[in-house]
């Protein structure tokens, strides 16, 4: 069973992947901002840590993850102010990459978006093209790294019931629900040939360990 740390434990896909990985056996600290946030969290069987990642450098960000097995980054700006989404979503998930290594905690699972990639085509213009833009960039530095990563790029997420299968390279926007996004996760983490790969689904047929492996 493994150490589990979690950024963005507050996060829609978080709170129903803290859990899954609880039920399995695994020990979850969830880091969050707010601490109005701790019950909801630790009502999961996770263990909340208060911080803030936006501010905290990679020193700081090596403690917090310093013990642990695996980092699965999960956190976001939620959009909106620019300037904070590349402070989240990139700089400081890049950060917390390098604070892994530095912590010599290689495992590090992303959780991204289906359209990361150099050419995703939203212009400079579109309010979405700053989340685009440092999605990629942090994706883009996490494969440059010695970690053992994987990149998990759903599609659009929706609160549909869950199904427990997906599709690999979807077309279109790739719908999935965030409750089978929560158990691709849990199944990468637990599948060591899902390292150094992007995954990129939505929902479809396939069983999602079979899918994934």
Known sequence: MARILIFGGHGRVALLLEPLLVAR????????????????????????????????DVAQLANIIAGNDVVVWSAGAGGGDPARTYAVDRD????????A?????LRYVMVSWIGSRADHGIGPDDSFFPYADA??????HLASTGLDWTILAPGTLTLDAPTGRVALDPPGRGAVPRADVAEVIAATIAQDATI??????????????HAIA
Do not use: C, Y
């Open 25 to 56: 056996g695994h020990t979850v600290t969830a880091v969050i901002r707010n601490a109005a946030h701790e019950d909801e969290v630790a009502a999961t069987g996770a263990q909340p840590l208060v911080a803030d990642v936006e501010r905290l």
């Open 92 to 99: 400081a998930a890049i950060r917390s990459m390098d604070a």
């Open 101 to 105: 290594s530095a912590a010599g905690v």
């Open 135 to 140: 999605k990629w960039a942090a994706d883009a």
């Open 196 to 209: 150094g790969r992007t995954i990129r689904f939505g929902a479809g047929d396939e069983v999602i360990g």
